[in-house]
């Protein structure tokens, strides 16, 4: 059974940095892309980041450009969501998805896998 572990959430101030991360178990994901997405209480689950089995495409929202940066060790079949300089509308349940191949762009339906999701709280 494959299942996509996600922790370091937590309760940050404003300015603030929080590393998220991905473990998947049950199968390697090392050949397929994987992605960050979040939802806020009474929104849709939107797109943060993507990263291509590689590494070498990366994709980001408009909204956290220059503040988050994704990552990934194949090695450690573990993915990575580096946030830094944190908003209180960064506040969300953030999950680590699995894609179908191995490029991810920033369509939900290009995933097939997804964690359970870890809560980011940011204060003012």
């Known amino acids: 059974q494959v299942q996509l572990v996600e922790s370091g959430g937590g309760l940050v101030q404003a300015g603030g940095s929080l590393r998220l991360s991905c473990a998947p178990s049950?199968?390697?994901?090392?050949?397929?892309?994987m992605g960050w997405f979040r939802q806020a209480p009474g929104a849709e689950r939107e797109f943060v980041a993507s990263v291509s089995w590689s590494g070498g495409r990366i994709n980001y929202a408009d909204s956290v450009k220059g503040r988050f940066t994704i990552s990934r060790d194949n090695a450690r079949n573990t993915v990575y969501l580096q946030m830094n300089s944190l908003k209180p509308e960064d506040t969300a349940v953030y999950y680590c998805a699995g894609a179908r191949f191995a490029h991810a762009g920033i369509g939900a339906g290009e995933y097939v896998y997804w964690g359970q999701g870890t809560q980011v709280a940011v204060s003012s």
């Open positions: 049950g199968r390697t994901f090392s050949h397929y892309g």
